[in-house]
């Protein structure tokens, strides 16, 4: 069956990106001139899912704003004559079909996929989470809906992290007969932000899920797991006793943009392939004391 919808999950609170966070959803933080959620739903628009649901919470308006019309600012930019910047604003709205849901309280990322059962309906459906920014030559959402039109089920898109790292994820067990050539894999089973000790491998779930509608009554039937909330992870691990679940190792650099360190190195890195920016960018970071002071040290 056919993927046309995208669920994106934005209603968390954003608490490691404080102070910025206090009075804007996480999702409109800048990335070099875009908000993050742009390049999400970017991603998804160029898989071919337009049909977009945005589950938010308290306090996301901006989020709503931004996809929406703004016939203020297109009849300004109109009569001062910037047609280039006009384009840019109306390519925003234009991109997709967007339909929002509530998740009144943040009781967990499951509970907020579950929020989108009835616009998403009985059908297959992608989920993006706006945290992770994926860099690719052929967009992860894309790499993933070509494998699913080969083995159909639920795929969860995977990558290799340090052992140190694994408490920050949902880890996966593959099935060891089920090695499906290089990147795809049969998944046994997974477990939320395991301790290094009881994590069954190295390899960490990336916001990008293609799951079965059953997972919502899978998800209905999940109590609180890690950190006291209703986990996906916890509801893909039901999905499993009835359900081929796929892991699929994709090709590409994701960014974790909730953490600083990392949105900082993205901006970096983004703003470096752009043609407008990056040159002029590339010769500033050479000229830096600080970082030239290191060079020579070396
Ligand atoms: C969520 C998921 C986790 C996944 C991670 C990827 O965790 O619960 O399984 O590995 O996203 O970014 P969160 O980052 O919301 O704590």
């Known amino acids: 069956m056919k993927i046309r919808k995208a669920v994106f999950p934005a209603a968390g609170l954003g608490t490691r990106f404080l ?3 206090k009075a804007q959803p996480k999702e409109m933080l800048t990335l ?10 970017e991603e998804a628009v160029q898989a071919g899912l337009d049909n977009i649901i945005l589950v938010t919470g308290r306090g996301k308006n901006a989020i709503e704003d931004h996809f929406d019309v703004s016939y203020e600012l297109e009849a300004i930019l109109t009569a001062r004559n910037k047609l280039d910047l006009l384009q840019q604003v109306r390519q925003i709205s234009d ?17 907020a996929v579950l929020m989108a059962e009835t616009l998403v309906g009985e059908e297959p459906f ?7 920014i994926i860099d690719a030559a052929v967009p992860c959402m894309k790499q993933m809906l070509d494998v699913y039109n080969t083995t159909g089920g639920s795929i969860l898109a995977v990558m290799e992290v340090e052992r140190e790292a694994v408490s920050r994820y949902g880890i996966i067990e593959i099935r060891k007969d089920a090695a499906n050539g290089g990147r795809v894999f049969r998944i046994r089973d997974m477990i939320e932000k395991p ?3 009881d994590a069954p491998s190295r390899l960490a779930v990336i916001g990008r899920y293609i799951l079965s509608p059953a997972i919502f009554r899978a998800l209905e039937e999940t109590r609180p797991g890690a950190g006291g909330e209703i986990q996906l992870t916890d509801g893909i691990r039901h999905l499993l006793e009835t359900e081929r679940v796929y892991a699929f190792r994709f090709e590409g650099k994701r960014f974790d943009a909730g953490d600083k360190l990392e949105f900082l190195k993205a901006t970096v890195e983004f703003a470096l392939k752009r043609g407008d920016l990056g040159p002029a960018l590339r010769e500033y970071l050479r000229t830096l004391p600080c970082l030239n002071e290191k060079t020579s040290k070396s």
């Open 95 to 111: 991109m997709i079909h967007v339909a929002y849901v509530r998740q009144k309280e943040a009781l967990g990322l499951g509970h």
């Open 195 to 197: 301790s290094p000790e």
């Open 32 to 41: 070099v001139d875009k908000p993050i959620i742009q390049y999400v739903v």
């Open 126 to 132: 992608a989920v993006f989470l706006g945290d992770d």
């Open 19 to 21: 102070p910025a966070t």
